[in-house]
């Protein structure tokens, strides 16, 4: 999957102030036209204003799986409409050339509709197309209360008031032990130690949700970037919808992935940053542990300095151990945490394309499951190959995993997306407007499967979007 830098020539449009790059944006001259009322400067209101109609439209969205064509009415009439509107708002934003901007009032204004519109949404709603947060109060609460989550599936447990409530009876799956690995599982208890409200849960995703904005700014910034391109994923409607509105806890691992990036980058200058990168990475890691890869292009960077390099690696040892291992002295350990997830990889089946297109022509699950490991394998050793940045390699590991996987949640690709405007992808951008179209599932919920003809419609853009990157990519390379 090809991608460019945002600002460069070869991406849809551009972002960047007029300034060089590397020094500072400042507003415009005396005499200039006031970028609120330049037609850039409407274009960026009227995609926060847009932004915000979508966030109001989740307060009235109400999803019902038992009435299938109530909820399909909801999503064709409601939803999806508004989510397109933000979508084809933000595209229309990228073909911008903004005039040249304050650095600190574009973060503040991004941050402030960024943090208002979930802010907005986490109050004004209950949990939105994902039931999975009443998992995450469950386990939280059992944590607060001293026992291990991992040791009995709901279903197993005497439903005592101090640990269950009406919460046991909307955890899905309660037959089935908890997956969330170790990093989760002390923020759910975090959270449930304050109070326990699904409200509370979401505002603590939220908070994590804001990092990452921040984050993407600092990065910017770094390279020389308009500061504009973090609004592609802080106004972009998918974080809202799985974020503050469903409350989806992969957040958490998103924020700290993009924390040990930051600091491998200024890991040669301090050792400390080293230390500490090697620290997130492990809790990013404690999340899903499908980004341990992304430690060789890491460990890549920093190869010719030992001492960082030791410092790095030591940092993650020790967070590993100190995440792990008091859950494996709890009784019981962690011995069915490992029996969940090896029942989610070998039998779950959502959304899925290169993986379902294999096993829907006959070939056998977990061979089809061995073959897509192997192609994403040949991806992120091209990607090494090809000795790309960390940040474009992370970005290409992370959305092969998702177009390879046999599950595709549409939150999975909040992964990816957060490396959206540091390095842009046009197949990637289309797929965060497609992925929603799974939803439709919610219409039938008794047959949790997309239709083939919906699969089509969501990801025939989006592999023809990829064609299109490497031709696009292969002619350039032999035109220098």
Request: hydrophobic share 50%.
């Amino acid at each position: 999957m090809p991608e460019t830098t945002p600002g460069t020539p070869d991406t849809p449009g551009s972002l960047e102030s007029t300034s060089p790059p590397g020094t500072p944006d400042t507003p415009g001259s005396p005499g200039s036209p006031d970028p609120l009322t330049a037609w850039p400067g409407r274009c960026l209101l009227i995609a926060a204003a847009t932004f915000a109609i979508f966030c109001v439209s989740l307060a009235f969205l109400h999803i019902d799986p038992n009435y299938g064509p109530y909820t399909l009415k909801q999503l064709a009439f409601w939803f999806w409409p508004a989510y397109l509107v933000v979508w084809l708002s933000l595209t229309a934003l990228t073909r911008c050339r903004f005039p040249r901007l304050s650095t600190r009032q574009t973060a503040f204004v991004i941050l402030f509709v960024a943090a208002a519109a979930r802010l907005f949404t986490v109050a004004n709603t209950d949990p939105q197309l994902s039931d999975d947060i009443y998992r995450y109060m469950h386990d939280g609460i059992i944590l607060s209360a001293g026992q291990n989550p991992y040791a009995l599936a709901p279903s197993e447990m005497r439903p005592f008031d101090n640990v269950h409530g009406l919460i046991k009876f909307q955890v899905n799956n309660p037959d089935l032990v908890t997956i969330y690995q170790p990093t989760s599982q002390w923020v759910f208890a975090a959270a449930m130690s304050v109070g326990r409200s699904d409200k509370l849960m979401r505002a603590t995703f939220v908070l994590f949700d804001l990092a990452v904005i921040a984050m993407l700014m600092v990065k910017l910034r770094r390279e020389g970037l308009n500061v504009l391109w973090a609004a592609l994923y802080a106004w972009h409607p998918l974080p809202i919808t799985e974020i503050a509105a469903s409350g989806h806890q992969d957040i958490i691992g998103i924020a700290l992935m993009l924390a040990a990036l930051l600091l491998a980058e200024t890991a040669t200058q301090s050792r400390k940053h080293a230390l500490l990168a090697g620290i997130a990475l492990a809790m990013a890691v404690a999340v899903k542990p499908f980004v341990l890869p992304l430690a060789l292009p890491l460990a890549l960077a920093v190869r010719h300095d030992k001492r960082t390099l030791a410092a790095a690696v030591l940092g993650a040892l020790l967070a590993g151990i100190a995440l792990y291992l008091p859950f494996a002295m709890m009784p019981a350990g962690l011995t069915r945490l490992f029996e969940t997830s090896d029942t989610f990889v070998g039998n779950w089946l959502f959304n899925g394309s290169i993986h379902l297109l294999m096993v829907n022509v006959g070939v056998p699950f977990q061979i089809a499951h061995w073959l897509s490991l192997t192609l994403l394998t040949i991806t992120f050793i091209t990607c090494l190959c090809l000795r790309l940045d960390v940040w474009r390699t992370a970005c290409i590991f992370l959305f092969a995993s998702l177009l390879l996987s046999s599950t595709a949640y549409p939150w999975y690709l909040l992964w990816s997306l957060a490396f959206l405007p540091i390095r842009f992808s046009k197949s990637l951008w289309l797929y965060s407007l497609t992925t929603v179209l799974s939803y439709e599932v919610w219409s039938h919920a008794s047959n949790w499967e997309v239709p083939p003809w919906l699969a089509l419609t969501i990801y025939v853009p989006v592999f023809t979007a990829i064609v299109w990157e490497i031709v696009t990519a292969r002619r350039q390379a032999a035109s220098e």
